[in-house]
């Protein structure tokens, strides 16, 4: 218990440069004490304890402004920062060294049952306002920019951005580099068209030279 305390403090110390003190950072970043509240209310939810554990994570909602469902599964050294109007779903599954920045939301995309939230890798920056939504994986070492909405698969080592959020680098490579060699239906079929159109237009070109000019009126 004690190790994980630590861990959790020293990823603060790793992720924020202005984070001074041990001091400070245990009363006053308000986004571990979400996390050391959801340890709690995640013990006596697994216990089957399920008023208990919803009431210490309301507890927590109200003092810190973060929202984490005691059915949630967190990671080591899990690091929320600002963290105020952070959602996180009750089958959300989360990897170790994840980075959550505010007004995340790790949620579902309906009323379906079962597992019904994302399950975020290892390594993963989610930027502030993102919103990863449905039953899915985030791969390890992927980023998602700020404010984007996230409804499907993101994979290991990719960076998504926009609304819906897309895949716009991969390894840190840009994504059109990697594809200029694929092939594309879109491009090949304007192409087929364009070499269609130059065809027609040299077979009625040569027509044209065949047909005999039209005979003046006077003859």
């Known amino acids: 218990m004690f190790k994980t305390i630590k861990s959790d403090i020293r990823a603060v110390f790793e992720n924020d440069p202005a984070a001074r003190s041990w001091f400070e950072v245990v009363f006053t970043y308000s986004g571990l004490h979400a996390i050391w509240s959801h340890r709690i209310a995640h013990f006596f939810y697994r216990h089957r304890w399920f008023t208990l554990a919803r009431t210490i994570s309301q507890i927590s ?11 949630a599964t967190i990671g080591n050294r899990l690091f929320i920062d600002h963290g105020m109007g952070v959602v996180i779903g009750e089958t959300c599954e989360i990897g170790d060294d994840v980075v959550i920045y505010q007004g995340v939301t790790l949620g579902g995309s309906g009323k379906e049952k079962g597992k019904r939230h994302p399950t975020i890798g290892s390594n993963v920056v989610i930027g502030s306002g993102a919103k990863v939504l449905g ?22 080592g990719s960076t998504v951005v926009g ?57």
């Open 135 to 156: 039953s899915f994986k985030v791969g390890d070492q992927a980023n998602i920019g700020a404010n984007s909405v996230v409804l499907k698969e993101v994979p290991s």
């Open 61 to 71: 909602r109200f003092f810190t402004g973060i929202e984490i469902h005691p059915g």
């Open 163 to 219: 609304i819906p959020g897309r895949v716009v680098r991969q390894d840190g490579k840009p994504l059109d580099r990697l594809n200029h060699q694929l092939p594309d239906p879109v491009v090949d079929s304007m192409r087929a068209m364009q070499r269609e159109i130059e065809q027609l237009q040299t077979e009625l070109k040569e027509l044209r030279q065949r047909i005999p000019e039209a005979s003046s009126p006077g003859q």
